[in-house]
């Protein structure tokens, strides 16, 4: 073989034409992610971009937009304790999960109602 997978590099969501606004609260705000220019060639397309570490999240307008229920991110977090307080504080809901040895995660859905699993491994 003479190639190889290095990495992801990003992770798009779908989301309704208008969503921006709403992204940048939930993803920027909440989430803390750190919003970066989209090229400008794509900013026509609408949707915001988000980035973490060496990832990013892409929140791409689709239409007619359909929310990923099942397929989902899962972002590691550190200290989701904090995370939790700070979600029930502004009134996100999310549901705890034991089901994953060796994790303590969370799963949420996202403005749009996409599917988002946050974890930190114990």
């Given at each position: 073989?003479?190639?190889?997978?290095?990495?992801?590099?990003?992770?798009?969501?779908?989301?309704?034409?208008?969503?921006?606004?709403?992204?940048?609260?939930?993803?920027?705000?909440?989430?803390?992610?750190?919003?970066?220019?989209?090229?400008?060639?794509?900013?026509?397309?609408?949707?915001?971009?988000?980035?973490?570490?060496?990832?990013?999240?892409?929140?791409?307008?689709?239409?007619?937009?359909?929310?990923?229920?099942?397929?989902?991110?899962?972002?590691?977090?550190e200290n989701i304790d904090s995370l939790k307080e700070h979600l029930s504080k502004n009134n996100i809901p999310y549901t705890a999960d034991d089901n994953?040895?060796?994790?303590?995660?969370?799963?949420?859905?996202?403005?749009?109602?996409?599917?988002?699993?946050?974890?930190?491994?114990?």
């Amino acid at each position: 073989m003479t190639f190889v997978v290095k990495k992801i590099d990003h992770v798009q969501l779908a989301a309704p034409k208008g969503c921006e606004d709403e992204a940048r609260k939930f993803f920027g705000d909440v989430l803390g992610l750190v919003e970066v220019e989209k090229p400008e060639e794509l900013k026509k397309r609408g949707g915001v971009w988000f980035e973490f570490g060496t990832f990013q999240i892409h929140i791409g307008v689709e239409e007619p937009f359909t929310p990923a229920k099942k397929a989902h991110p899962a972002l590691v977090v550190e200290n989701i304790d904090s995370l939790k307080e700070h979600l029930s504080k502004n009134n996100i809901p999310y549901t705890a999960d034991d089901n994953l040895p060796g994790a303590n995660r969370i799963h949420l859905h996202d403005p749009f109602g996409n599917r988002l699993e946050l974890l930190e491994w114990i």
